[in-house]
């Protein structure tokens, strides 16, 4: 009898991507995956502390397994990830019913964890299945900055890249099994290096694997897209056209205060020739860090405005135990639920004009449906006419509703 395994996993790409590793590790001593919970005889569940919200629901998540255990008390519960690394020991103390621990920093040991626990001893062979047509390779793990606001490297630790060879073969394995769109993943995904490979080559490299059409990265930093970056671009249309690159605020004051490494001016600068190359570009937003003044809040409705994102992800700013900007004074949970308020409807309206600016253009579609594909900038096409699941697809937009924008009819012309 196989054991089975429920995942739970909260936070960034990088987070779903560990999951999917240690299920591969699950896999290998006879553990299937479930997705329901009363199935399962054993849940993992991966977690996130970026905010205090993101924690809590990883938290209470594990609360409410209290009752499943007790239910059948061989039931396995295994807690991993930022949330875990951050609360660490005394998460034993708190929930005595936990069987494995394993934070984020010691992911790479997951495996001798599993066999230390004694809980998983059946042969199984590691069973990656298809891989789908879009498969995520982790390139670098942990981050070298300090922003002000960040729990992140402090429960991820310092950057650690990943030899390229390695992962040239876990793509290759990923493009074997079926990946057509492969997602490069680390924290500052564009600062990678080893040795001389640069982020640039890597992207080449990647992208010239058989099978692989496309290379997606998340997330990047401004300040590591140079020059090099860009050639990059121009003379390989594998690289999407589409980037989530966090701005976190419009006003330099506050970026200078949060520690991030460049001003208003300088990331504009970065995503006009990202935008020069067809880049569509999504973002980050902090409201309320603790010396935004109404102002600065201005500057980052302001600089919305000039952008063009297509989408922003805005987040009311949370304090974290341990890091710098935790020290300074809170702005009130008003000001935060306002000038959240705000930009939100601000935000709202940025889906619209980026979708109608879509049209016009050619755009290279990977198929995921006969009718229905995404375009290197990161948009559902659909198509009247059909076309097998998995090709590249050249078309130009004709039209735009919703959140769809629609092909130009090309057969039978
Ligand atoms: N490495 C990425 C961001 C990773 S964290 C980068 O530097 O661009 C994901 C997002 O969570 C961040 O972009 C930021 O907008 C948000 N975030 C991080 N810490 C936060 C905090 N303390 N409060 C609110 N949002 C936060
Ligand atoms: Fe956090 Fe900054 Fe590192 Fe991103 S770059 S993970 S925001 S410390
Ligand atoms: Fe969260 Fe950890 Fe990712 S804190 S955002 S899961 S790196």
New binding site residues.
Partial sequence: MYMKVFIETYG?QMNFADSDEMFLHLSARGAVRTDTLEDADAVLINTCT??DHAEHRALSFLGRLMKWKRQNPSRIIIFTGCAAQRLGERLKKRYPFLNILCGAKDIEQFSQRLDQSGLFNAPGTPAPASSGLSAYATIMRG?D?A?T????PSVRGPVKCLPAQTILADVSAKAARGAKEITLLG??VNAYRDGNVTFADLLNRVSDIPGVERVRFT?P?PIYFTPDFLNAVKHNPKIARHAHI?V?SGSSEVLKAMKRGYTRELFLEKIDALKACGFSVST???VGFPTETEQDFEQTLSLVDRAGFMTAYC??????QGTPAAQMKLLSQNILEKRLAILLNKVRGLADASYQAQIGTVQEVLMETPHKGRSSSNYWVDFKESYPVGSVVKTTIEKAAGTLLYARETHGK
């Fill in positions: 960034c970026v905010r981050c900055f922003c606001y960040c729990i992140v924290q500052t997330s930093h966090p976190q980050d937003i902090i987040f009311k700013y949370s304090p974290r």
